[in-house]
Every structure is written in C-alpha cells, then in structure tokens.
C-alpha cells in the first residue's frame, strides 16, 4: 500500500495547495493521499487563525474539488506539540504493511535539522520535496525532488487580503471562498484596526 501525506496549517488551503496535492496525485497514484492539518507546530510560533473545525471543512471542499484524498486529524487531537515523527509513528501503526512519503516543501527541507527525531523519520519515510523558492535537482536518498511551476500564493497572503477587504478571486476555490465569507474567517474587526 502506497501512502502519501501533505501536512499542513491549511489556514486556508489555497490553489498552491491544490496544484501541490494535484501533480504529485497525478505522478505517484497512491492508494491514499491524507491531507493532515497540523495542530501545534513547534517550528511556528502563532497558530491557526481559523478554528479546526472550519479547516477541516475547507479540506473536505478542496477533496471534493481534487476528486481524491481524505482527512486525517490526528494532529489537532493531539495533546500538546505535533511532531511529524510521532504522526509517521501513529500511521506505521495504523497501516503496518505501507510505504509512507511526505509532501514537504523546500523551505521545510532547509530547516530539517530542527525537526524531532529527524534521523529516524528519514528512515520511516521518503520525502518528496516540491521546489518553492529553487529548483533542486540532485538530493540524497530518502529525497526526492518534485518540480512544479512556482506559484507565488500563500495562506498568510490571503488572510491579509482578507483583512483588508480585498478580492481572494483566483487563490482559493470558489466553494472555498463563499465558506470563508459565509464563516467570516481571517476578518479583521474594526476595533482591532483602530488600535
């Protein structure tokens, strides 16, 4: 059984995403494709701006868009800091018998040496390292470089678009965007601006 993982915050998840999850879905045809949403990253300092709840359902909006993929929250019920070993750990356990690969970017790739446990999860995992900022052509093994156009869109971009009242047309689905304006998410009230 061939399983990939893309973690993240999703806060919200957005096209970059999408063509992410797309193109690698589209090369490697796993039996599962899991979209985890991070619960405590210890590597970011803030947290998720949109309820679980709300994130969650903008996955499911986006796996209905995609036509494949499931969610998996065992990251945001987890107490405490969420490390990647321990949700590789959760799922080797979970599915005894499948190959396991993560979706990381190459900002996260650069920053490995922080990660809990590193030296065991590159033996647990493989790693599909999808360009971001460079193109990345020879990387030792458990990596794998996966090139795709670069897009530059980020959650952080849209929740301040939002905030400031302007259109997010074009980085998110539109299921994606009327749930986000229906939920009134990333909002800035206007006392918060007064200040």
């Known amino acids: 059984m061939k399983i990939i993982v893309y973690g993240g915050s999703f806060d919200p998840i957005h096209i970059g995403h999408l063509t992410v999850a797309n193109e690698v879905y589209e090369q490697e045809r ?20 949109a309820s679980d709840e709300a994130r969650v359902e903008m996955l499911k909006l986006a796996i209905h868009y995609l036509g494949f993929g499931s969610v998996d929250t065992v990251e945001m019920e987890r107490e405490g800091k969420s490390y990647t070993y321990h949700t590789m750990r959760y799922l080797q356990d979970k599915y005894p ?14 920053s490995l040496n922080q990660w809990f446990e590193v030296e065991k999860l590159k033996s647990m995992v493989r790693f599909i390292v999808v360009n971001r900022d460079v193109e990345m052509l020879d990387l030792p093994s458990p990596f794998q470089p996966f090139q795709i156009p670069r897009m530059d869109i980020s959650s952080t971009m849209i929740r301040e678009r939002i905030a400031n009242h302007k259109t997010i047309r074009c ?25």
Do not use: N, W
């Not at 039996?31 to 210890?42: A, E, K, N, V, Y």
């Open 30 to 49: 796993p039996d599962l494709f899991l979209f985890i949403p991070t619960g405590h990253s210890p590597l970011k300092q803030t947290g998720a701006r």
């Open 171 to 195: 980085f998110v689905i539109d299921t994606i965007e009327r749930f986000i304006r229906k939920e009134h998410l990333y909002e800035t009230k206007e006392s918060e601006k007064a200040r």
């Open 97 to 110: 018998h499948a190959e396991l690969s993560i979706v990381i970017g190459t900002d996260q790739y650069m």
